[in-house]
């Protein structure tokens, strides 16, 4: 993986994910480098917000899997796109003790909002992270 250049505002760079299992470690670490300039707060947040739509990205859908990270004056916006239209994920209900169910709970506490948008052949799966 090439190392990306820190991005400027304004600016929108994608990752390709991996179809048979995913490289997060490899993926957290491309755009950390690509939000270098940051406070270190935001930047752990979209950290944590990629790795969760990523994850539910090979958990809950089919490949292809494109990872999206725009940054712009005031925000970060990170979209996933992955290959199941007709499963839009929604916020469970995640109870004590449950190892299971809180990754979009995360996502919507750390974003300033989130959603998903269907399209023909998948879906995006988006978070905007305020910076």
């Known amino acids: 993986m090439d190392t990306?250049?820190?991005?400027?505002?304004?600016?929108?760079?994608?990752?390709?994910?991996?179809?048979?299992?995913?490289?997060?470690?490899?993926?957290?670490?491309?755009v950390s480098t690509l939000l270098g300039?940051?406070?270190?707060?935001?930047?752990?947040?979209?950290?944590?917000?990629?790795?969760?739509?990523?994850s539910n990205a090979y958990e809950h859908a089919d490949g292809p899997r494109v990872l999206r990270v725009e940054r712009l004056t005031d925000l970060v916006r990170i979209e996933v796109d992955d290959g199941t239209p007709a499963e839009l994920p929604h916020l469970g209900a995640s109870?004590?003790?449950?190892?299971?169910?809180?990754?979009?709970?995360?996502?919507?506490q750390?974003?300033?909002?989130?959603?998903?948008r269907e399209m023909a052949h998948g879906k995006t799966v988006w978070?905007?992270?305020?910076?």
């Open 4 to 30: 990306p250049e820190v991005l400027s505002a304004s600016v929108r760079t994608v990752h390709t994910l991996p179809q048979d299992r995913p490289d997060l470690v490899a993926m957290r670490k491309w």
């Open 95 to 108: 109870r004590l003790g449950d190892s299971r169910g809180r990754g979009l709970m995360l996502v919507a």
């Open 110 to 116: 750390l974003s300033r909002c989130w959603g998903t």
């Open 37 to 54: 300039d940051v406070s270190e707060d935001v930047r752990l947040d979209v950290l944590l917000v990629c790795t969760e739509l990523a």
């Open 127 to 131: 978070a905007e992270i305020t910076a």
